[in-house]
């Protein structure tokens, strides 16, 4: 079985910060991470793996550090790993950014199946492996949660819905988004990471993928961000913090005291 993941490079969430003039996300001098979510489908294809054989290959759309994804994403048990990366793909929406994806997974060659996070951290939007699919023309379903049974040009998965689970099959090749409950990700063993230095990544850019320019970064994205703005907090709370039986007394009555004014006692 040949399985792709694609992953992407996001900042950690606490310094996510976003350019109020572009409306794109500030990366340059943020420590970038591997997508939290990503880590999952790295993990299943890894584990598909060892159940079925086959290769496991990870691509990633980024700048040239995000090598460090790809790098990352063998040392965890892919076998190999195409970067994707130029100036041309900069600010690409998720339009624009599932058809770089798709456009190397052809060159890339027949696949069973792709194995995408359920979304990513920074974008929150849960696009970017359906239009992989869309792109590639081949069945899709999202928020998985157990691979039950690999059949011969088919899957049965289990997906999770707002009232429960599903159980459904898809034909192979097809691409799948996987939410956390499906496993719990390895970390990088040492020598994982050993292979991980000495694997040779080739870097793609739009004329070996044969992109076409006007799909491409920021001038071939149809989103546009029109404002950014700050949400206003309406709210206003008080912290009680007592140290003695005096001050605690005290912030007992206080508490009551707001209670009734609200009428809740």
Do not use: H
């Amino acid at each position: 079985m040949k399985v792709l993941v694609p992953i992407k490079q996001v900042p950690e969430t606490s310094n996510v910060k976003m350019d109020p003039v572009t409306g794109t996300m500030v990366r340059d001098g943020v420590e970038p991470i591997i997508n939290p979510l990503d880590l999952y489908a790295i993990e299943e294809g890894v584990r598909l793996k060892e159940q079925v054989g086959g290769e496991v290959v990870a691509l990633s759309m980024g700048p040239p550090k995000a090598i460090l994804a790809i790098k990352e994403a063998i040392a965890m048990g892919c076998d190999d790993g195409v970067l994707l990366s130029d100036r041309a793909f900069a600010g690409a929406d998720t339009w624009a950014t599932s058809y770089v994806l798709a456009q190397a997974i052809k060159k890339i060659g027949a696949c069973d199946l792709i194995i995408c996070g359920e979304r990513a951290t920074d974008g929150d939007t849960g696009q970017v492996g359906p239009g992989i699919a869309t792109w590639l023309d081949i069945p899709f379903v999202t928020y998985i949660s157990k691979i039950i049974e690999i059949r011969e040009n088919s899957l049965l998965i289990e997906r999770m819905v707002e009232d429960g689970y599903e159980i459904l099959e898809i034909e192979t090749p097809c691409l799948l988004t996987v939410v956390k409950e499906i496993n719990y990700p390895r970390l990088p063993s040492l020598r994982g990471k050993q292979r991980a230095r000495q694997t040779e990544n080739p870097v793609w850019g739009p004329t070996d993928i044969d992109a076409r320019a006007k799909n491409l970064g920021l001038k071939g994205s149809p989103t546009r961000v029109v404002k950014i703005s700050t949400p206003q907090v309406t709210r206003n709370g008080k912290l009680l913090a007592p140290k003695d039986e005096k001050e605690i007394e005290s912030a007992v009555d206080q508490l009551i005291e707001f209670l009734q004014e609200k009428e809740i006692v």
